[in-house]
């Protein structure tokens, strides 16, 4: 049986502005506030797990101590099959320190080019990770399958949505209206887990 968030507040435990404003808009619809880890000044944590269910744990944890209130944490990334599920956890980090994501596709792209990839199937993962400033914690894992074109098209969301087209669409991410990505995403299906469990 899973703890109920009885609180109204909650803090993001995230220094990304594209997650923060997903998650803030997901979480707004349940009349929850989202504060985000980066106003609050709190440290971003290393992530050092092999898993993004323990990247979003280490994260979730530390905001939780750190504002003392709950926060909820988002391990994601795209998981390519042909690059044995790389990027994965590493998928922020491809990017490099000045976080440019033209960089990462590339080096995607380049990844598929290497091994002769005919098949350019992949997916996103989001784990949600709940915890509460006792140590208790909560976590959903979400996932959306589709595969990777290139050029990258679109310049709507963030990160790798350039290049993704879920399963039974023509657009990509970055081409998709938010709401609608939002129906569908990765963090949206962890998202509905957590809902359920936690706020339903
Ligand atoms: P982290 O969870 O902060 O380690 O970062 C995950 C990284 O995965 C992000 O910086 C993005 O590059 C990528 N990612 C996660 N979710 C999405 C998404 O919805 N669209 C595009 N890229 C994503």
Redesign the pocket.
Known sequence: MSRRLTETRLVVA?H?PG?VREIGELIARFGLEAISAGDLGLCEPE?TEPTFTG?ALIKAHAAAKGANMPALA?????CVDALNGEPGVY??RW?GPAKD?RV?MQLVHDGLEKVHAKDAAAH?V?ALALAWPDGHAEVFEGKVHGHLVWPPRGTL?????PMFVPEGFQIT?GEMPPAQKHAM???ARAFAKFVEACLG
């Open positions: 995230s990304n997650k992530e990247n988002d391990d994601s990334g795209l998928s922020a990017a994501f990462a996103f989001c969301g963030f990160g790798y949505d991410f995403s990765h963090r």
